[in-house]
């Protein structure tokens, strides 16, 4: 019986964690990410504005690394793009 509360318990803690982290991964570190892949800018270097949403679920935003500044967006199915418009 002990053993079986404590196992339990452990599901309990790891659920928890699981749910946690999976908070960690926030809008703007995923618009980073996005940027990262359609650029050639370092992720440490990637700053996010305009980050929105539109009600058919694409996102976009206004990403600025190394001097350039690029219009992105990424759909529901997971394809992004990234276009630079620098002045």
Do not use: F, P
Not at 8 to 15: D, G, N, P, T
Not at 67 to 84: A, I, L, P, V
Request: hydrophobic share 30%.
């Amino acid at each position: 019986m002990d053993k079986m509360k404590t196992i339990v318990r452990s599901l309990i803690y790891i659920a928890a964690l699981i749910l946690g982290l999976s908070g960690c991964l926030t809008h703007s570190n995923m618009a980073k990410q996005m940027t990262v892949l359609n650029t050639d800018c370092d992720m440490k270097d990637v700053s996010i504005t305009d980050e929105r949403e539109d009600l058919n679920s694409t996102r976009n935003w206004t990403a600025e690394c190394n001097g350039r500044k690029y219009q992105c967006n990424s759909h529901e199915d997971g394809y992004s793009e990234c276009y630079d418009i620098t002045e």
